[in-house]
C-alpha cells in the first residue's frame, strides 16, 4: 500500500527552509510542497520572480507551483484561493518576524499591525478557506509578549483567531543553540 504525501503549502518561503525540512530524505515519502509563496517588500521595486530569495527559491526548487507575488494579492481579494492552495492538507510559514524581533527597541514594534505582522492575516485567510488538517509556524519570542504597550495581545489574537477555526494549539519558545545552531 503506498502512503498517500500530505499536501503542503509554504508561505514567507525565503529561501525555503521548511521545504528542504519536509522534503529531506527522512521526510520526502510524506509530504510534498504543492504550492509555495516568498515576496519581500523592502524589495518591491523589482518583479517578484528578480527579487533575491525568490531568485535563490526558484533556482533550487523550480517554478512550479510558486507564486513569486504578494500573498495580499492572492488573501486579499473576495476571488477564491488558487485550487492548489485550496487543495493542501498541511500549512507551514516562518511568518516574518521583523515586527517582534529584538532588533527593534520594543517601544517602536508594531507587532501584529505592522507592515509584516499584518501577514498574520493572510495566515487567518488561507486557514479559513482551505481548510488545512496540520499548521505549522515559526516566529522569535518576542511574539508572545507583543506589543510593548499591551503585552501579549498580538499572541491572543492569533491564538484566538486558530481557536475560532477549530485548531488545537501547541506551542512552545525552542532556543535553537540547544539543538546545535548559531542563534538563541
Known amino acids: 500500500m503506498q502512503l498517500m504525501k500530505i499536501r503542503v503549502a509554504e508561505l514567507f ?34 518583479a517578484g520572480k528578480d527579487q533575491s530569495a525568490n531568485k535563490v527559491y526558484i533556482k533550487k526548487f523550480g517554478e512550479e507551483g510558486h507564486y513569486s507575488d504578494d500573498i495580499h494579492l492572492v488573501t486579499g481579494t473576495d476571488k477564491p484561493l488558487p485550487k492548489a492552495l485550496l487543495n493542501i492538507e498541511m500549512l507551514v510559514g516562518g511568518f516574518p518576524c521583523q515586527d517582534y524581533s529584538v532588533a527593534k527597541p520594543k517601544n517602536s514594534s508594531k507587532g501584529i499591525r505592522g507592515p509584516k505582522g499584518v501577514l498574520w492575516w493572510s495566515i487567518e485567510k488561507i486557514l479559513r478557506d482551505a481548510e488545512p488538517d496540520y499548521l505549522l509556524l515559526e516566529n522569535v519570542d518576542r511574539l508572545i509578549n507583543s506589543p510593548a504597550t499591551n503585552r501579549g495581545r498580538d499572541f491572543a489574537i492569533i491564538l484566538k483567531g486558530l481557536q ?15 539543538y546545535g545552531f548559531a542563534q538563541k
Do not use: M
Open 13 to 46: 518561503a525565503g529561501v525555503g527552509g521548511f521545504r528542504e525540512a519536509v522534503e529531506s530524505d527522512g521526510l520526502r515519502k510524506r509530504f510534498s510542497v504543492t504550492w509555495s509563496n516568498q515576496w519581500e517588500p523592502g524589495e518591491a521595486k523589482k
Open 164 to 178: 475560532q477555526l477549530g485548531y488545537i494549539v501547541e506551542w512552545r519558545v525552542i532556543n535553537a543553540a540547544e
